[in-house]
């Protein structure tokens, strides 16, 4: 079973930046699309971005965020810049087991999440 271990949320003031970190276990990571979705209170998991020979962008980010790996370092990256209030939500990160990144019946490990807050 792998394990998918978030890093880098926080708080931050509407228009700065965070990098998101995703640690993979395993040795089959290079062969896994990855990605990134959160969820807001009262409302449901939502994709953001994901990585596989191409990257895919949720239209509310797009611009604004860049989604990246390092299969050397089993980690997958989200750089999210210009914040807005609304990006807050607790961000998951996810391995795909089938072909439609948009979906999150398509993942098939998902990490624990880490809070990213936005004030305005």
């Known amino acids: 079973q792998v394990q998918l271990v978030e890093s880098g949320g926080g708080l931050v003031q509407a228009g700065g930046s965070l990098r998101l970190s995703c640690a993979a276990s395993?040795?089959?990571?290079?062969?896994?699309?990855m990605g990134w979705f959160r969820q807001a209170p009262g409302k449901e998991r939502e994709f953001v971005a994901a990585?596989?020979?191409?990257?895919y962008y949720a239209d509310s980010v797009k611009g604004r965020f860049a989604i990246s790996r390092d299969n050397t370092k089993n980690t997958v990256y989200l750089q999210m810049n210009s914040l807005k209030p609304e990006d807050t939500a607790v961000y998951y990160c996810?391995?795909?087991?089938?072909?439609?990144?948009?979906?999150?019946?398509?993942?098939?490990?998902w990490g624990q999440g880490t809070q990213v807050t936005v004030s305005s």
């Open positions: 996810a391995r795909y087991n089938s072909g439609n990144v948009y979906a999150t019946g398509s993942v098939g490990s």
């Open positions: 395993g040795r089959t990571f290079s062969t896994y699309a």
């Open positions: 990585i596989t020979r191409s990257t």
